[in-house]
Each structure stands twice: as structure tokens, then as C-alpha cells.
């Protein structure tokens, strides 16, 4: 497998590390039910036949984190994005939702 | 001035020995090298300093760009590194630091990396067998910066001629152990 | 049939025979020529009979010309170089080679084995899992030496490899894989659009089947046109060709993996040249002209040498030069008999028949036959006859009564596989074609296509427009476009084919696959006892496995076992195909990555100070850090420890602790960052100063601890441990990016900047002063425990100093840019000479923490909390951090739960152990009663007497208890006295000082 590195390029799989579900958020320290949802942060995971959204390190690359949309019945990637933009975008989409219910 | 006792060891006493016909291996021992992390909206502010006093400005990603006397090289996200000769004592972090205190962060690596330029004509051949990217003319040119990986060991490697010459950059520590690797892939160069 | 190559035709083929080669097989001297294989030159020296078979060691000659071989294995060399499992039909002749065959005893011709012939009830269709089963204890002692000797391939060296093997990437437009005729044209069309191609064939010389064929293409020798072609691919600088090179694997995303044979056609490599080399090659275009591989046909004793496909005889012929037998059979349900019988004639070998499955013979094949005076025979080859090898065969007309012919040779073809292999490694199925009779690539993965035989189109124009096709095709879809080239002018011959795959009523056993010993008996056998699908009965019947991977046999298996449950072949299905394709060393996997070169090591900065003073090393991670430094005298690793451990506690000590991680930590939110790493309390930090601090891992559990240096407002200065430094680079990396990526703080490692020494005892400030410029104060009042700063060493070296001890004694660690380390390891030395200082290990500190009571790997090790190591206050109550909420879990917070604890012999003499489990005194020594272990053991200079530290269940409230330390590996059961877990200076007045 391939992965196309937003800032390298195209490069080879042995050039990255797999963290895991990029789908899970971690939760606030002033959760709820804190235990709860960070039980479900740590250990709950989907598991999907299909697209999932995955978190990749560019450990032998440029160190970012990357977010990679890959099929799992395929390995067809449709995309890479930095995890950080991401996040950002992901923390406003967030704030947006606060503001509307607020 | 540094007591007389105190020799500078070269990271890249290995090498040497490995050049062969249609591979030059020029070490560079004698570099000042300081990591450039600009803060967070900092980036143009700290190319418009390097600008200023040495007419270069930060270059994009996977890129390196040379003055007459530093060259600027992008060294990961958001993170360059200056490059320069030291001569008789120049010190790229002490150079650097008074200019860009505040927006960036400054760091002295010269001695974090064993470095050396690969030439002649087994050059692209060589460094293929070990670095997983595409070094071919059409996909890598001078000025082209990568940072991967060989026998894994990391390696940032950069087109630096058109002969081609490459520079190769890698972690003091692994310099040994890349020469083991060098000797492997050039074997049947020594025929 | 026997006599220096005997069997060679009297001219053709594409040897040289101006240089006769020499070699041996089972001893006996033959010579070839340059261009055969090694069972081109068997057969041309009347050598037929050339191993034995898996399970019965029935007697097996030569099938096939080419890598789908599943009989004629050998091993090939001697010594270090054997290698078991070699197919004679793709290994080149070379002068002096050695090859022997394998699995018979004494010899082949008399094989005492063969008697499991007569044992064959007993080697049936899953014959491991019934006949073996009972009693268990016999398994090991008695069944499984039994069968190994009994059922098997070849030897394995048993000395180390002695080559050498490397790997390479290579990147291009178009990956051509296979150099027969589609290949040649998809390559030639790719190419001369600008493409970068490569064009990989398994052979020695590219052809493909043209090689073995009496072809023309634009009105000339197909040779010449291949000559031309060759040429032109070989002037464009965009072409490269690596012949010898089996592509064996497709990956995702265009990436292809092949094996080059680079030395294999020599005796030895030469010195300077690894024998095989791995291509990871990355294509953006895939063409897969792989070809397409015979089938036999299944009928009585289908496997007695002289039993051949009907294409590998065409290519002894001609391209060999060779007669595969003086009197030959032709049995085929397609027209392949029909360019059989006129090569045979042509070749001078009598053709007894040409026996046709189908009802009647297209019209051209009664005229070819009555052109060269054959028999045709419309019905079936029933049996051979021949103890070890093929002397007659029973024919069974459709019509009329069977009767007998005296042969040597069966040419036999169930028509040909495309080679689809390669474009299922993705998980695509192959689509089955009636009117082939073949299975025939399916839904291909992105950027792949197929042409030729591959792709099912045998006939030879048909071909070379489809390769040109191909390549023209793939070479735009990079970006190249260019006019499409012209097909070359050449025939299609005729590839009609009626589905035939096995002979009812036979006498004798009919194999499927032969490299297994599958027999059709096996496959019912299996139906019979429930396996219907397809890979349960490849599984249960072994078919489609070993070396050849079923290549000739297992669509026969799969259309035997359609008809045996009913159902067509499609419904029935195919076994997936993995890679590889074709056999490969794993010596060639492994490339470079053996031995002392394994993986790459990192030297620290007294590396080679060390080598030349005979210290010796120890792995960390990647790093070689000194263990400890012999002097002369000292009898043992415990006297040179003891040693050291005593220099420090009473001088001075030096100890290279370069290879700790050290990490930039810096920017406006450096602090926030840092306070969510880390479970302790860092906002009180200041400036100057240095603390040390526990990371967790988001579960809860211990990942790290390291010290924390804050050098200016905003610049912390982190240390990671030797083995977790990429680990927890990572972890930063992580949290900055993707958990909190609004602060702003730039990362950065410093561990390669900083060659770094421990300076360790109650004089080490004396030392110290002697290396330190005059102008920096490193009183104890101006520089305290804890103190960090800049200074200058030597006269004006960059100097980071450290007041920090994991001796517990007076200690600082003092950093200098990397390039000065190995001087200042020597002027430290040299320095320390009049204070009595000397060199210390990672063994020296190892004890001296474990004395102190210092957490390091045994404690950290994935399954302890904070509190478990006795770090519990430090977390702070009052942030977020990593760790703190799943921390708090009540299984991790159970004050049950094993924590440290010191220990000692209550015989001061006796040696603890680690790894003991802790059993209380009056219990008995079960899993039950297990109350923790020891993590750490020292014999500690210091009190003379072994001590440990362990995690023991309610540990710190068993404080004087005497309990058991039991270790059942070494069979050691020792009291011992629970302890705090500080041996020495417990109120740390020393690191003080």
C-alpha cells in the first residue's frame, strides 16, 4: 500500500505507523460521565466493512499525523489529510454546534 | 577558543573509504546547522527576516534554496533548518537566534547529522537500492528535498547537482551503520 | 536411451553449441550446452527418470519447460550453497554443475521407499489427521520423524548462506510483466511514447513461447524480429529490462515485488555480486503478459516419466535442441496437436499416434495427420504402461475395441491456464471462459490490464496487436500519448479446444497433482467424506500446494470435483493464488537485514572508546551503550560492576548517558502541552531548573518518565528513556497535532545534538571544576540539585549542565555539541585519573538505581500505574492530562494490586532472582497463590549482600514480612524480607550535597 503524504508525496507503506480509528474524539476532562466516555474513547471501535477514517504517523517521513480514508475491503484510498487540519476543522464544527444549541 | 584538547570528531569518517569509480562521496564535517520552527502564523515573519538579511526566503515544502552564504532547506512541517559552512567559527544558532527570537523557535543541530555528498554516474543507482523514492530525473530535481528512509535508517536526502549529486543527511549516531549498508550496495561497483 | 546427449537433434534450437558444458547428477558426469536448462541436458543425455514423489516416491521424469514444474525437483550445488526444491527446468546449465535428486533411497532407479506405494490405503486424502491421531504421545517420538523421513522434498543446507542478497526499488510508468510476444509489443509501444517501462521475464532470453515455437512474424524467423525488438528496447534510456526476474507478487497501490536470479546461472557468485535481488518495483500501469501454462490430462499412471505437456515438447525441440523420446503419443483435446505432430516430424521422432479427445478432428488436424502418415485416434490414452517410464500405451478409440502402443513419450495437452496469478494477489476471482475452456482474468485491479496469452488470446497475432494494444493504452493513462505502432505481420494458428479433463476406467492410479501425490481417488475421497468446497479440499488433500503451487493440476481438480458434487466449474470456484508466483529465498527477503547487519545500531559518543579499551556493550534499542569496563585482574562481570558501583559511591564515576531521548520543547502554550503529557505538576517549574516527571498512556498505565528541564519561559528541555525516545517523540507529535492542535508549540529532537555524561559521586563537583570555564559557578549554592543551565566548558564549548542524579549521589550530567563527546569522554577520564575516578556501565547503573529505589525498563513494562511503582502522589489533582481519567479506574486504583517494594535474602548469601514469584511463607507455590514477582535484582557493593525490587500485592503495608521469592525455572525458593525500596541514603542527603 501506498500513502500520498499531503507534504512528501506519494510513499511507500513502511514508511508509516498505524495508530488507529480516526473517528473517535477524546473527550473533555469535564465530561459528563467522564468514565464512561472515555471508556468508549479508549476501547469502543467500529470496525467497519468499508470507508473508515484512520490515523497514520509519517514516522519515517516529515512526523506528520495523518488522517487517511482508506476502504477496508479494498485498501483504494480516497484520501490523506493532516490531522491537524482535521482537528481544526473538527474543533470549529464543535464550537459551531455549542453556539446553536447555546 | 575551544582548549586544544577537546579534537572535533568527524561523523562521517566511514564514508570516505567507501567512494568508488562512478561514486564520489565528498563528507561534510564542517557545517553549522540550526532548526528553524517558526510559531503558529509566524512563517511569513521569519521568511521576511531571512529575506532581509540574507535574501532568501523560507522555500515550500520539500524544498531547499541556497544563498551565498546560508542555504535554507524544509526539514518537516513548519520546520526548516539553515545550512551553512562554519569556517573559521560560525555559529548558525548564536546567527540566527538574535534575528528571529520571538517568532521562531531556533535550535542548533549541527551536530545531530552525519552529512555527505554522493556523486559520478553510479550515484542515482547507489542510493536507489536503499532509499524507497523515486530519484529518476523526471520525478526528483536539484533542489528537491525528501525525508525518508535506507536500510532503515532515516535520511533526508536533497539533489544538490545535476550531475546529479545528492546530499545525505542522517543521524550522527547511525553513520557507522550506513557505511555498512554503503559497502553492501556498492559491491559490485568494486568489481 | 543413454551415451553423451544422445538425445541432441542434430541441428536448431537456441543453444550454442560450440560450448559444451560439463555437470553431474547423482553423480554420474554429462555434459549440455550453453542454453539448456539443467533438464534440457538431462533429456538431451537420455536422462529421464529424475526424482521420486512426495508421499509414494513413485518414479517422476520431466513434465513441463518451464516454472510450473511439480516433479523434477533437485537440489542444486553442495555445501553451503545446496538448495532443495530447485526446478531442473528453470535452472541454466553452467560448467561443473552439481545436482542431485531427491527424496529416493539408496538410489532412484531402487527406492526402499517406493514401498509406500504398496502403503497408499494409508497415505490418503487427509491421511495427517486420521491415521496419526492416537496415542498423543507417539506424535512427537514416533509419527512425525516417520513421515518427515518418509514424505518429503529435498535438504535444506545446513551451514549459513553463504551469498549475498540486497534489495532495490525501482519506479516506472509502465510495468510490463513478461517478455513473450504481448509483452514485447506492450513494452515496444510503451516505450516509444517516452513511457519509463520496465519489462520483467522470468527467462534468461526474451521470447516467451516464441522461443519454443516455430513462428514466423513479418515474414521472418520470430527470433530475428525478438533480436530486433531487443535491440530497440535496449538503445531507448526509458527501458528497463531485467530478465532472470520473476515477478512474483502484486501489491496495492502499483506495487509489484520480483526476484532477479542475478548469479544463479554461475557456479558461485562472484565476491562482489549478490546472487539474488529483490525489485520492489512501483508501477503507475501494471500490463500483466505473464502468458499462459499447459495442462496435462488425467488418465493412468499420468505421471510415469515420458509423460510430458504437449508445449514443453515442442520447446525441447526447438528450442533445446533436444528429442525428448525416439516414439511419441500426441493426446490432446485442442489443436496444440496439431504443432505438436508437425515439430515431432520435423524433429525426426516417430509419432505412434495422435490420439484427439473430441468426437471428430477439425478437418485440418486429419489433414496434418495424414500429411505426416500419423494414426488419428478419436478417444483417449487410458493407462501408460512402464515400471519407470512410459513403454506403451492403452488407447480407447470412441469407436472400436482399445488396444496397446509401444512409446516412449505421451505429449499431452488439456489446453492452457492463462497465468492469471498476478491479478488476483488483490483478491480480484478470475472468470471462467467456456469457450477456452480456461479461467481467464476478472475484474483486475486499478491500473492493471492483460494481453496475450494471459488475457486468453493464444493465437499469435491476436497477441502481439493486444500487447500493442496494451502498452499504447497504459502508456497515455500515464501521460504519454503517442501514435499506436503497428502490429507485425504473423499468423494465427488455430486454438480450438473441446473441454476434456479426465480418463474414466482406468487400470492404474490417475494423478491431479503431482508434486502432492493427489490422486483422483483423493479428490472423491474427500467429496465423499463431506470437503465440497473447493479450498477445503485443497486444504484436506494437500492439491495446489508446495513448490508449483498447482499450476498444471488444479483446474483439473476443480473440474473433477464439479462433476463429483454436480455443479459446473464456476460454481465450483478456484483457490485463491498468493503471492509469490514462483519460490523465493528468504535469505533474498531478508537482503542486507542478517546477522551483524540485522538491523542498524547507533554508536554513542564513547563507542569507539570504549572498543578499543574492551568494555563491553549491550543493545538498547538500536544503541550499543557500554555494560562495563574489565580491567585487568578482575575475574568476572560482577567484580568490574562491583567495582565501578563502589568508585562511585566513594569518588567519582563517568557514564555515557548520550543515549537518552532528549527533546525541544517550545513556544507560547510549551507548558500546556507539557501539563497534559505529564501526570505530575510542571506550572510550578521555574526557569533554571529541572524535575522529574511520569507519562502516562491514555489507558491509564505508566508509558515514560524522563526529567524536565525549563531553560527559558517558554523552552523546556524534556528526557525520554533510552528504548521509548521515538516512541514518545511520537506520542508529542500526536497529542500537538491531532489531540490539541490549537497550541502553539514547535517540537524537536536534540538527542543526536548532545553527546551527554554522567558525572556521579562525592567528587564530582572537583571534577567538574577542572572541565567547567572559570566563569560559571557551580557551588552548591549557585547550581542545587535540580539546577539546569547553559555554560561553557574546555574554553568556551557549548555546555548544558545538569544537576540530576540516578545514583543518588552528588551528580550532574553535563551535554556538549556531539562532535566534542568523544574528546570530552577522555578528558573527563583524564581529569578524574587523580580523584580516583573511573568509567561506569548501564550494568553499574542499574545496580545504584535499583539500590536507591528507581523505577526503570522491568518496572515500566506496560502493566504498571504510578502508584503501583510508588509515584502515586506525584499525580497532580488538578489538571487534565493523558492518563489521568481511565487512570482512576477502579482495577487501577485496587490497593490490592502488586507495588513496590525493596527486598532482601534473609541469608544475606543467597542471590535473588528476577522474575521469582512472591509466595507467601506458609503457602504453597501455586498460580493461585501468587502475590507479585520481582521485577529488578543487584548484588549491591554497597551492603554487601543481593537486593531487589518487585511488585507484591499490598506491598507497602508488608514492610518486615518474611516471605517466599520462588522461582520454578531455576527451581530456586528463597526467604526473603520485605523491604522499603531505598537501600541507600534514604533521606537523600547525598544528591544534596
Not at chain 2, 564520489?24 to 546547522?33: A, F, N, Y
Not at chain 3, 553423480?27 to 529424475?50: C, E, H, K, P
Not at chain 3, 469407436?399 to 492452457?416: E, M, Q
Not at chain 3, 477456452?436 to 497475432?461: H, I, K, N, T
Request: charged residues 20%.
Amino acid at each position: 500500500m501506498r500513502i500520498a503524504c499531503p507534504h512528501c508525496g506519494d510513499r511507500g507503506l513502511d514508511e508509516f505507523v498505524f495508530l488507529g480509528d480516526a473517528r473517535v474524539t477524546r473527550p473533555m476532562a469535564d465530561a459528563a460521565e467522564p468514565a464512561d466516555a472515555f471508556h468508549a474513547y479508549g476501547y469502543l471501535r467500529m470496525n467497519p466493512a468499508g470507508p473508515t477514517d484512520e490515523l497514520w504517523f509519517h514516522a519515517a517521513g516529515c512526523h506528520a499525523w495523518l488522517v487517511v480514508t482508506r476502504d477496508t475491503r479494498t485498501h483504494v484510498i480516497a484520501s490523506v489529510r493532516l490531522a491537524r487540519d482535521v482537528a481544526l476543522e473538527l474543533r470549529a464544527v464543535a464550537s459551531t454546534t455549542e453556539d446553536a444549541s447555546a | 577558543m575551544p582548549d586544544p584538547i577537546l579534537q572535533p570528531a568527524s561523523a562521517v569518517a566511514a564514508w570516505t573509504p567507501v567512494a568508488t569509480a562512478g561514486l564520489s562521496i565528498d563528507v561534510r564535517d564542517d557545517l553549522t546547522i540550526a532548526g528553524i520552527a517558526p510559531f503558529r502564523g509566524k512563517a511569513q515573519a521569519v521568511s521576511e527576516a531571512l529575506a532581509e538579511r540574507y535574501g532568501l526566503a523560507l522555500p515550500a515544502a520539500c524544498r531547499r534554496i541556497s544563498g551565498d552564504d546560508i542555504t535554507l532547506q524544509w526539514s518537516g512541517p513548519d520546520q526548516w533548518i539553515a545550512i551553512a559552512g562554519r569556517g573559521a567559527a560560525r555559529d548558525l544558532e548564536v546567527e540566527l537566534k538574535p534575528l528571529l527570537a520571538g517568532p521562531a523557535a531556533v535550535v542548533e543541530h549541527s551536530d545531530a547529522r552525519a552529512v555527505g555528498v554522493f556523486s559520478g554516474k553510479h550515484a542515482r543507482d547507489v542510493l536507489a537500492k536503499g532509499l524507497p523514492i523515486d530519484l529518476h530525473e523526471r520525478a526528483f530535481r536539484v533542489g528537491d528535498v525528501a525525508i525518508t528512509h535506507a536500510n532503515h535508517i532515516g535520511v533526508t536526502i536533497t539533489q544538490t547537482g545535476n550531475e546529479p549529486a545528492y546530499e545525505i543527511m542522517l543521524y550522527r549516531s547511525y553513520a557507522d551503520s550506513f557505511a555498512d549498508w554503503l559497502r553492501h550496495a556498492t559491491a559490485e561497483l568494486t568489481a | 536411451m543413454s551415451g553423451p546427449q544422445s538425445n541432441r537433434l542434430a541441428s536448431g534450437g537456441r543453444i550454442d553449441r560450440s560450448r559444451a558444458l560439463r555437470f553431474t547428477f547423482d553423480g554420474r558426469s554429462y555434459s549440455g550446452f550453453s542454453g539448456d536448462t539443467l533438464a534440457s541436458a538431462l533429456l538431451a543425455n537420455g536422462v529421464r527418470l529424475v526424482g521420486r514423489s512426495f508421499k509414494y516416491h513413485r518414479p517422476r521424469g520431466i513434465l513441463s519447460a518451464g516454472s510450473e514444474e511439480p516433479n523434477a525437483l533437485v537440489e542444486l550445488r553442495n555445501g553451503a550453497r545446496r538448495e532443495p526444491n530447485t526446478r531442473a527446468t528453470t535452472a541454466e546449465l553452467f560448467d561443473g554443475l552439481v545436482a542431485e535428486s531427491q527424496n529416493r533411497w539408496p538410489s532412484l532407479a531402487l527406492d526402499v521407499m517406493s514401498v509406500n506405494s504398496l502403503l497408499a490405503p494409508v497415505f490418503v486424502a487427509g491421511f495427517y489427521y486420521k491415521t496419526f491421531m492416537w496415542p498423543a504421545a507417539f506424535w512427537e517420538k514416533l509419527y512425525e520423524p516417520m513421515i518427515r523421513r518418509a514424505a518429503g522434498l529435498g535438504r535444506a543446507a545446513a551451514e549459513p548462506d553463504s551469498d549475498s542478497y540486497e534489495k532495490v526499488s525501482a519506479f516506472c510508468d509502465v510495468l510490463v510483466i513478461g517478455g513473450g510476444p504481448a509483452g514485447l509489443m506492450a513494452a515496444l509501444a510503451a516505450a516509444r511514447s517516452g513511457a519509463r517501462v520496465i519489462l520483467t521475464d522470468e527467462s534468461f532470453a526474451l521470447g516467451g513461447r516464441l522461443l519454443s515455437e516455430r513462428a514466423e512474424i513479418d515474414g521472418g524467423d520470430a527470433n530475428a524480429w525478438i533480436a530486433r525488438v531487443r535491440d530497440e528496447l535496449d538503445a531507448l534510456a526509458n527501458v528497463r529490462i531485467l530478465t532472470r526476474t520473476t515477478l512474483f507478487a502484486a501489491y496495492d497501490s502499483g506495487t509489484c515485488a520480483a526476484i532477479e536470479r542475478v548469479a544463479d546461472h554461475l557456479a558461485a557468485p562472484p565476491p562482489h555480486m549478490p546472487r539474488q535481488r529483490i525489485w520492489r518495483i512501483i508501477a503507475k500501469q501494471v500490463i500483466v503478459t505473464a502468458g499462459a501454462t499447459e495442462r496435462p490430462i488425467v488418465f493412468g499412471n499420468n505421471d510415469r516419466p515420458g509423460v510430458m505437456l504437449a508445449g514443453a515438447v515442442r520447446s525441447y525441440i526447438n528450442r533445446f535442441g533436444v528429442a525428448p523420446g525416439r516414439r511419441a503419443v500426441v493426446f490432446a483435446n485442442n489443436d496444440d496437436g496439431c504443432a505438436t505432430v508437425r515439430d515431432l516430424a520435423s524433429a525426426g521422432i516417430e509419432i505412434a499416434a495422435l490420439v484427439d479427445t473430441r468426437a471428430s478432428s477439425p478437418q485440418y488436424i486429419s489433414e496434418l495427420a495424414a500429411h505426416h502418415g500419423v494414426r488419428l485416434v478419436n478417444g483417449v490414452v487410458t493407462d501408460v504402461e512402464g515400471r519407470l517410464g512410459v513403454r506403451s500405451v492403452r488407447i480407447r478409440p470412441h469407436a472400436g475395441a482399445p488396444f496397446t502402443l509401444d512409446c516412449d513419450l505421451v505429449a499431452v495437452s488439456s489446453g492452457w491456464n492463462p497465468n492469471v496469478q498476478i491479478t488476483t494477489h488483490l483478491g480480484g476471482k478470475p472468470r471462467w471462459s467456456d469457450t477456452l475452456a480456461a479461467f481467464v482474468p476478472g475484474e483486475l485491479p486499478r491500473g492493471m490490464s492483460v494481453a496475450g496469452a494471459a488475457a486468453g488470446d493464444y493465437a499469435l497475432y491476436t497477441s502481439l496487436a493486444g500487447g500493442a494494444r496494451a502498452g499504447h493504452t497504459a502508456a497515455e493513462a500515464t501521460g504519454f500519448s503517442s501514435p499506436p505502432i503497428d502490429t507485425p505481420r504473423a499468423d494465427d494458428e488455430p486454438t480450438s479446444i473441446a473441454a476434456f479433463w479426465h480418463v474414466q476406467g482406468t487400470r492404474h492410479k490417475a494423478f491431479v497433482d503431482f508434486q502432492n501425490d493427489v490422486a483422483t481417488t483423493d479428490i472423491a475421497l474427500a467429496e465423499r467424506e463431506g470437503y465440497r468446497s473447493i479450498e477445503h479440499v485443497k486444504r484436506y488433500t494437500t492439491l495446489g500446494m508446495a513448490t508449483d503451487q498447482g499450476r498444471t493440476g488444479s483446474v483439473n481438480a476443480i473440474a473433477i470435483l464439479a462433476a463429483l458434487t454436480d455443479k459446473s466449474i464456476p460454481e465450483t470456484g478456484v483457490t485463491a493464488a498468493r503471492p509469490p508466483f514462483t519460490p523465493v529465498a528468504l535469505g533474498a527477503f531478508a537482503g542486507h537485514h542478517r546477522g551483524r547487519t540485522f538491523k542498524p545500531e547507533r554508536r554513542p559518543a564513547s563507542y569507539d572508546w570504549t572498543k578499543a579499551n574492551a568494555g563491553v556493550l549491550v543493545e538498547t534499542g538500536l544503541w550499543l551503550r557500554p555494560a562495563y569496563f574489565p580491567r585487568a585482574g578482575e575475574r568476572d562481570w560482577l567484580e568490574s560492576v562491583s567495582r565501578e558501583v563502589a568508585t562511585v559511591r566513594s569518588a567519582v564515576g563517568i557514564c555515557d548517558v548520550s543515549t537518552l531521548g532528549k527533546i525541544n520543547v517550545q513556544g507560547p502554550d510549551a507548558l500546556a502541552l507539557l501539563e497534559r503529557l505529564y501526570a505530575n505538576d510542571l506550572a510550578s517549574l521555574r526557569v533554571g531548573r529541572a524535575r522529574y516527571g511520569v507519562m502516562l498512556r491514555e489507558d491509564g498505565f505508566l508509558m515514560d518518565d524522563g526529567t524536565i528541564a525549563r531553560l527559558d519561559e517558554q523552552h523546556y528541555f524534556v528526557t525520554t528513556t533510552t528504548a521509548n525516545a521515538a516512541k514518545v517523540y511520537q506520542h508529542m507529535q500526536f497529542a500537538l497535532q491531532w489531540l490539541w492542535p490549537e497550541l502553539d508549540v514547535q517540537i524537536a529532537s536534540a538527542t543526536e545534538q548532545w553527546a551527554q555524561f554522567a558525572i556521579a559521586g562525592p567528587r564530582a563537583r572537583e571534577l567538574l571544576r577542572e572541565i567547567i570555564d572559570a566563569a560559571h559557578d557551580i557551588s552548591n549554592a549557585a547550581f542545587p540539585y535540580l539546577a539546569v543551565g547553559d555554560v561553557t566548558c574546555c574554553g568556551g564549548i557549548k555546555t548544558r549542565l545538569y544537576r540530576l542524579s540516578f545514583s543518588g549521589e552528588l551528580a550532574y550530567e553535563i551535554g556538549v555539541p556531539a562532535r566534542f563527546g568523544p574528546a570530552l569522554w577522555q578528558r573527563l577520564l583524564l581529569a578524574g585519573e587523580p580523584l580516583g575516578a573511573c568509567a561506569y556501565g548501564s550494568e553499574a547503573l542499574g545496580v545504584m538505581r535499583i539500590e536507591k529505589g528507581h523505577i526503570s525498563g522491568p518496572e515500566l513494562n506496560g502493566t504498571t500505574t504510578a502508584a503501583d511503582v510508588g509515584l502515586g502522589a506525584m499525580r497532580s489533582r488538578k489538571k487534565d492530562y493523558i492518563g489521568r481519567v481511565l487512570g482512576e479506574r477502579p482495577g487501577l486504583v485496587d490497593p490490592a494490586r502488586p507495588a513496590l517494594v525493596g527486598l532482601r535474602p534473609v541469608e544475606r548469601a543467597q542471590r535473588l532472582r528476577a522474575g521469582a514469584h512472591f509466595i507467601a511463607r506458609t503457602a504453597e507455590a501455586t498460580a493461585a497463590n501468587d502475590d507479585g514477582y520481582m521485577t529488578s535484582t543487584a548484588f549491591s557493593p554497597s551492603l554487601g549482600h543481593w537486593i531487589g525490587l518487585g511488585l507484591l500485592r499490598h506491598g507497602p503495608q508488608r514492610q518486615g514480612e518474611i516471605i517466599r521469592a520462588v522461582d520454578p525455572v531455576r527451581g530456586e525458593d528463597v526467604l526473603v524480607e520485605v523491604v522499603a525500596p531505598v537501600f541507600i541514603d534514604a533521606r537523600g542527603e547525598r544528591l544534596r550535597a
